[in-house]
Every structure is written in C-alpha cells, then in structure tokens.
T-cell receptor, first 114, second 116 residues
Framework: GENVEQHPSTLSVQEGDSAVIKCTYSDSASNYFPWYKQELGKRPQLIIDIRSNVGEKKDQRIAVTLNKTAKHFSLHITETQPEDSAVYFCAAKDRGSTLGRLYFGRGTQLTVWP | DTAVSQTPKYLVTQMGNDKSIKCEQNLGHDTMYWYKQDSKKFLKIMFSYNNKELIINETVPNRFSPKSPDKAHLNLHINSLELGDSAVYFC???????????????FGEGSRLTVL
C-alpha cells in the first residue's frame, strides 16, 4: 500500500513569515494529493488539493507544489497569521483505485506566534 | 444544516462496557468512513462503506463492528472497551469511492471516547 511521510512534525514561525510542510509518497499510482487543516478541537477540513497533471496550485496565501518524479509535494503558507495555527495533514490517493483509499501523513503542528 | 453529524460528542465509560457512536450525512454521498485519531493526532482509517457495502476493513479488533443501515448512516459499535480505545473517532463521507468526481472527505465533529 501507499506510505506517506510528512515533515516536520512541529513547526513554529513568527507571524508574517512563510511556512513550508513537505510530504513524500511511495506509490507512483497516486494521483490526488489533498491537504487538510485541523484546528484545535475541530474536524479536519480540506484547504487545498492538487492532481497529478498539475505541478502547482495556489489559493490566496496557500500553495501546493507537486514533483511526480521525486514523489513529493509541499504546502506553502505565506504571510502567516495566528489563525493559521493548526495541525496540517497531507494525503495521497489513487483515484483510479476501486477502493479509493486516502493515505494520510502523520500531521504537522504549525504554531504562528504573534 | 450540519453535513456530517455524529453523536455523542463525548463519551466516558468504564473498561469492559459496550458503546455505540452514530453518524449521519445529508450530502447524498455514496461512501462513508470511520477514522480513529489517537493522542498523537494520527488519523487512521478503520472502515469504509460504499452504498452500505463494506469495502475497507483495516486491521481492527473484531470488538469494533460497523453497521450501515442505509448509505446516509454509518454507526460504530464497540464491545468490551479497553483503555487503548480512548481516542477521537471521526466519521467522514465522500461523494464516491474512487473520487473520480471529487475526492474531498467531509468529516464529522468527532466523538471523544474516554475509557477509564
């Protein structure tokens, strides 16, 4: 099965700085890569995703890049704000699989200091 | 209107007891899931149902038994609770199993189970 590694496990930045979270995956059949944000005591929610036919996708202050050859993808948050503090999960999925299972990384606790 | 709702939100019980968590989605999705999130925040899939049919059954003790009476509901029953079962259990749904249309998972608010 797929194995998704996520680094770092914790990340602290000053407000206004950028934050980068990196993930690697093992299965070259994976072709869908979402990122979920989980605020303290809340449910995980999708913030951005990318499909394997795209190298980069941006949505305001967040962006995701994908390198299919190296099998890694990253989340970039610019101009961080205290409300960006949360646990971020990367995931990978083979959308063509009959099971359609989503494999999660172990999460990154991001803390943005004011 | 809550898209994925689960009850109860908190559950405190003694070892050896049996408990159930209920989940309902009003999104019209075909696929529903149970995830377990431990104290280190790791999200581990337990079960997945597609149109009431079990399609993913991870290595979960058989004390855990899911039941899907219809595609909008997926309940989780746990027998003989153990200390290690303490966690947050999230129900989730997605539009379809393979995500051809939309791979997004919609999570419920979570049910925090504490076994004493």
């Amino acid at each position: 099965g797929e194995n998704v590694e996520q680094h770092p496990s914790t990340l602290s930045v000053q407000e206004g700085d950028s934050a980068v979270i990196k993930c690697t995956y093992s299965d070259s059949a994976s072709n869908y890569f979402p990122w979920y944000k989980q605020e303290l005591g809340k449910r995980p929610q999708l913030i951005i995703d990318i499909r394997s036919n795209v190298g980069e996708k941006k949505d305001q202050r967040i962006a995701v890049t994908l390198n299919k050859t190296a099998k890694h993808f990253s989340l970039h948050i610019t101009e961080t704000q205290p409300e960006d503090s949360a646990v971020y999960f990367c995931a990978a999925k083979d959308r063509g699989s009959t099971l359609g299972r989503l494999y999660f990384g172990r999460g990154t606790q991001l803390t943005v200091w004011p | 209107d809550t898209a994925v709702s689960q009850t109860p939100k908190y559950l405190v019980t003694q070892m050896g007891n049996d408990k159930s968590i209920k989940c309902e989605q009003n999104l019209g999705h075909d696929t529903m899931y149970w995830y377990k999130q431990d104290s280190k925040k790791f999200l581990k899939i337990m079960f997945s149902y597609n149109n009431k049919e079990l399609i993913i059954n991870e290595t979960v003790p058989n004390r855990f038994s899911p039941k899907s009476p219809d595609k909008a509901h997926l309940n989780l029953h746990i027998n003989s609770l153990e200390l290690g079962d303490s966690a947050v259990y999230f129900c989730a749904s997605s539009q379809d199993i393979a995500g051809f249309r939309n791979g997004e998972l919609f999570f419920g608010e979570g049910s925090r189970l504490t076994v004493l």
